[in-house]
């Protein structure tokens, strides 16, 4: 049996040469970055050349790059570090953000009794712009904190209006970019981001690793106590061989990002005209120009099946997801879906099928012909 794997919004297999990488780094890049003898200072500046090599990926300075475990990590120090350094006293973000978002955002407001606010959801999974500025006409220091791409249905944020109406009303905008980042190009010179994370394991690379970027001069100060690593601001030694792949991984990301994406556009087309042929009554949820790696669609098939899709497929060998959290076993739609479509739809069947440049039309096939059969 071929295995079929659609379920890249949650991990991509590493690169082959993301792995030589990493066993070379373990090999010769072994020290303890913070020695200052010779072994020591060899992984420094590896880690200091991979630095300079995202920097430059995405148009920013090397100091205005801090690694980190990964993208939640990141997003609980920026989005605490805003309210203890920063003393923003609100937080406006979506219902539709990543948990690793609004979870964070919940204990914060548990713990130090700030306000959040939600900005509305347009039913096409797009953010309400008219409904953010309205939020911000009110004064007091706020965070904006909203996706690039959702991870469930592929909507994309439009960056750089966002960054500018923060910039407008003074509120600091972060921005986790984890399903964006290797995907869709970001210069982070032209688009006044104050903060924005990614996570090396969606974009071929290891997990474990990721990435906080940090505008210059914004004073937020780190959450662990430990040693003076990545200047104080995450304590801790450095995982070089994760950031040597992490490095690796987005920089032939990031160098193949048009043809990658042309490639995987097409497919995903393939994969809505063959679903639509095998199933007229299909519906795509989110809009229809969202991210080529995202599809997420509502199946015609009877509610009885909305529990059970995942486990049919994977007796199939095909992997797809219903979207971020576990909801295996569950009728419960996810708290995206939840958001942008009505009661009764939320009863159907909706999964995310989500691509990575190994895909192939027979992937597709093999996916809609088990569909048929569970139908
Ligand atoms: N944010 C988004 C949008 C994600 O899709 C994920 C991964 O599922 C995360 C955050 C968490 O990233 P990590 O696995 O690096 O903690």
Redo the contacts with the bound molecule.
């Keep these: 049996m071929k295995k079929v794997y659609l379920d890249n ?2 991990t991509t297999p590493m690169l082959p040469e993301v792995i030589e990488e990493m066993v070379q780094s373990m090999n010769s890049d072994f020290g303890n970055p913070s020695a200052t003898y010779g072994f020591g200072r060899t992984a420094k500046s590896k880690m200091e050349l991979c630095r300079k090599t995202i920097a430059q990926l995405l148009s920013c300075s090397a100091q205005e790059i801090i690694f980190t475990s ?4 990141a ?1 609980n120090w920026i989005l605490r570090s805003a309210v203890t350094t920063l003393k923003v006293e609100r937080i406006i973000t979506s219902k539709i953000e ?1 948990h ?2 609004l979870h964070p955002i919940l204990a914060l407001q548990k713990e130090f009794d700030i306000q959040v606010d939600y900005v509305d959801i347009l039913p096409n999974g797009t953010v309400k712009l008219s409904h953010l500025t309205d939020l911000l006409s009110q004064t007091q220091p706020t965070l904006v904190s909203l ?1 690039h791409v959702n ?1 469930e249905i592929g909507t994309i944020l439009p960056l750089d209006d966002v960054a500018q109406i923060c910039k407008q009303y003074q509120a600091y905008f972060h921005s ?1 970019a ?2 964006s980042i290797g995907k869709i190009a970001i210069k982070l010179n032209e688009v006044s981001v104050d903060f924005m994370v990614g ?1 090396a ?2 974009f071929h690379g290891p ?1 474990g690793v ?1 990435f906080a970027f940090i505008r210059k001069q914004t004073p937020i100060q780190s959450i662990l106590f430990g040693g003076e690593q990545e200047k104080g601001l995450r304590p801790g030694t450095e995982a070089t061989h994760q950031i040597a792949g992490m490095t690796k991984a987005l920089q032939i990301a990031i160098n193949n990002l048009e043809v990658n994406y042309t490639t995987i556009q097409q497919l995903k087309s393939y994969a809505v005209q063959r679903l639509k042929t095998a199933f007229p009554d299909v519906i795509i949820n989110g809009e229809s120009k969202n991210i080529a790696t995202i599809l997420n669609v509502q199946l015609p098939f009877s509610n009885d099946k909305t529990s059970m899709l995942p486990f049919l497929l994977d007796m199939k060998g095909i992997a797809i997801s219903r979207g ?1 959290a576990c909801q295996s076993g569950s009728n419960l739609p996810s708290h995206v879906i939840a958001e942008i479509l009505s009661p009764e739809a939320q009863l159907k069947p909706s999964i995310r099928i989500s691509f990575s440049k190994f895909n192939t039309q027979e992937d597709v096939d093999l996916l809609v012909e088990a569909l048929k059969m569970i139908e």
């Design positions: 919004a949650a990964g993208a939640t990590e997003n990543h690793a978002v996706m991870n986790d984890v399903q996570s394991h969606k997990k990721g971020s």
